[in-house]
């Protein structure tokens, strides 16, 4: 399997780690914004081909499919544009920053057949794989979650503390892990209600915002998100159901005590990135649809797309 990465920066590199584990890959291309700096990720991991033009890449006949870790505001056109060159494509979350854009992925999907997945790393952690697994047997069904999505970004920075080229969104990137999540926990979104604070005079966004769901199922779901928390960073989720409570820190499962919880033997790597790449890469191998295909998140957007409406 000959896979090329768009988006050499951050998280770029937790995907190549990743990859470096999963038997018969090789990464043959990699694209960056800065050829520089791109050449120097690229002899790191042992690349060949390093470029800042993600046609040239696809022009290539040594790439099966690609990974884009590229700019929210990309990834809609790009992920048509590979597979219009006939390449499989994994898509880190979002899909996309609008309804209209999510549509069009799918429909480019259908029309090709290939393999387009959505990086929803959420479904694929151990901590929460293990907490589906308890679903999935009738074991376990959740009555609410509550979720904290929280950052510290008043400045346009990556996860490295880097200046980023482009800016971050709540609602369309990290909110869609937890939208997605719960509609997978708990079944499909039924009503969706959204607020946001202040917008912020340069980065021109939202910098907290309170949204609140309901699924078929009846649970609901409390997510609060904040680029503003000068405190613990990232996202950690209580699941409150009928027979537990369970803490998740995205690997990492504790229950409602805080007490820890096995979940080494859940999957083959304790990486939930790792296991999202495993999953590409079988479904290609396999001609399968993976967990979180783009027709099995599609929904999430829906959602999305009637929260912005919401908050406009």
Do not use: C, H
């Given at each position: 399997m000959r896979i090329a990465l768009a988006g050499a920066g951050a998280f770029g590199e937790k995907h190549l780690d990743g990859l470096k584990n999963i038997d018969g890959v090789t990464v043959t291309s990699l694209i960056g914004r800065e050829l520089d700096a791109t050449k120097k990720v690229a002899e790191k991991y042992g690349i060949g081909h390093a470029t800042t033009e993600l046609d040239e890449?696809?022009?290539?006949?040594?790439?099966?499919?690609v990974i884009l870790c590229t700019?929210?505001?990309m990834h809609a056109a790009q992920a048509i544009a590979c597979m219009n060159a006939g390449k499989h494509?994994?898509?880190?979350?979002?899909?996309?920053d609008s309804w209209a854009d999510a549509q069009a992925v799918l429909d480019k999907q259908r029309e090709t057949g290939l393999v387009c997945m959505v990086g929803h790393t959420r479904r694929f952690n151990p901590s929460h794989q293990y907490v589906h697994?308890?679903?999935k047997a009738g074991e376990f069904n959740v009555q609410q979650m509550d979720v904290q999505t929280y950052f510290f970004r008043r400045r346009n920075i990556n996860a490295k503390g880097e200046p980023r080229s482009w800016t971050d969104h709540l609602l369309w990137h990290h909110a869609a892990h937890t939208v997605d999540l719960f509609a997978y926990q708990a079944g499909k979104i039924v009503a969706a209600h959204a607020m946001q604070g202040p917008i912020h005079p340069e980065l021109g966004i939202?910098?907290?915002?309170?949204?609140?769901l309901k699924s078929e199922t009846g649970a609901i779901c409390t997510l609060s998100l904040s680029f503003n928390n000068d405190g613990p960073l990232?996202?950690?989720?209580?699941?409150?159901?009928?027979?537990?409570?369970?803490?998740?820190?995205?690997?990492?499962?504790?229950?409602?005590?805080e007490e820890p919880i096995d979940v080494s033997a859940v999957d083959v790597?304790?990486?939930?990135?790792?296991?999202?790449?495993?999953?590409?890469?079988?479904?290609?191998r396999d001609g399968t649809e993976p967990n979180s295909s783009v027709a099995q998140v599609f929904d999430c957007y829906r959602v999305l797309g009637e929260l912005e409406?919401?908050?406009?």
């Open positions: 890449t696809l022009s290539r006949d040594d790439v099966d499919a700019p929210t505001q494509v994994e898509v880190e979350i979002p899909l996309a697994n308890r679903i939202a910098m907290d915002m309170s949204i609140q990232g996202t950690f989720f209580r699941y409150i159901g009928d027979t537990e409570t369970y803490v998740a820190r995205y690997d990492d499962l504790m229950n409602g005590k790597s304790m990486n939930g990135i790792e296991l999202q790449d495993r999953a590409f890469v079988a479904a290609i409406k919401q908050l406009s």
